[in-house]
């Protein structure tokens, strides 16, 4: 699976968009784009995932650029309960499911 | 209704003794997984089952044992404590294993303290 490179920490107003880049240079072609984050204290949570598309749920819009070398995750109108640790994590199409996580980044939704 | 439950929430132990936590999900999903997050905060998978069957085994201690009795149950057993065995461990279940089917969903994990 490729490696993924995120920023440490990252701040956000609340009520502001929050946009977390993600650098997965390394990516074939099979290989999805997943994002999780973890609350202090919880498990970790699925966000969203895509492979090639631009996806949108409930909580966040993943942004996939168009050689898939990097990815946005965004989420709309932060607020305090989404301070936690945001994971990129690339997978293969064919892999047997493990999920690597990396370091991820702080986010810190302030008032 | 909780979709992946974990017991105990909190254990505490002495080195040397021999433990177990459960899991359970009802979200009929075929695979479940064993994460262990330690100290410094990483997060790494130890084990999956799909269909009650081994299909990871990454570089963990013989003295970690799990057990799937059916497709909703994942169960860790752990020999022979050690200090270092101190971590929180997650459950995890799946659907299934490939990119488009792999939505994990977590438990809320189990903080093991060993003395």
């Given at each position: 699976d490729a490696k993924t490179t995120?920023?440490?920490?990252?701040?956000?107003?609340?009520?502001?968009?929050?946009?977390?880049?993600?650098?997965?240079?390394?990516?074939?072609g099979n290989e999805y784009v997943y994002w999780y984050r973890q609350i202090h204290s919880q498990g970790p949570q699925y966000i969203i995932h895509g492979l090639k598309?631009?996806?949108?749920?409930?909580?966040?819009?993943?942004?996939?650029?168009?050689?898939?070398k990097s990815s946005t995750l965004i989420l709309p109108h932060a607020t305090l309960r989404d301070t936690a640790v945001?994971?990129?994590?690339?997978?293969?199409?064919?892999?047997?499911?493990?999920?690597?996580?990396?370091?991820?980044?702080?986010?810190s939704v302030k008032p | 209704d909780t979709a992946v439950s974990q017991t105990p929430k909190y254990l505490v132990t002495q080195m040397g003794n021999d433990k177990s936590i459960?899991?359970?999900?009802?979200?009929?999903?075929?695979?479940?997984?064993?994460?262990?997050?330690?100290?410094?905060?990483?997060l790494k998978i130890m084990f999956s089952y799909n269909n009650k069957e081994l299909i990871i085994n990454e570089t963990v201690p013989n003295r970690f044992s799990p057990k799937s009795p059916?497709?909703?149950?994942?169960?860790?057993?752990?020999?022979?404590?050690?200090?270092?065995?101190?971590?929180?461990?997650?459950?995890?279940?799946?659907?299934?294993?490939?990119?488009?089917?792999?939505e994990q969903f977590f438990g809320p994990g189990t903080r093991l303290t060993v003395l």
């Open positions: 995120q920023p440490t920490s990252m701040d956000c107003a609340e009520g502001r968009a929050a946009n977390l880049p993600c650098n997965h240079s390394t990516i074939s598309n631009n996806e949108t749920n409930e909580m966040a819009s993943l942004i996939i650029t168009e050689d898939r945001y994971y990129c994590i690339v997978r293969s199409g064919g892999s047997q499911g493990n999920l690597i996580f990396g370091k991820g980044t702080k986010l | 459960k899991c359970e999900q009802n979200l009929g999903h075929d695979t479940m997984y064993w994460y262990k997050q330690d100290s410094k905060k990483f059916d497709k909703a149950h994942l169960n860790l057993h752990i020999n022979s404590l050690e200090l270092g065995d101190s971590a929180v461990y997650f459950c995890a279940s799946s659907q299934g294993t490939s990119g488009r089917f792999n």
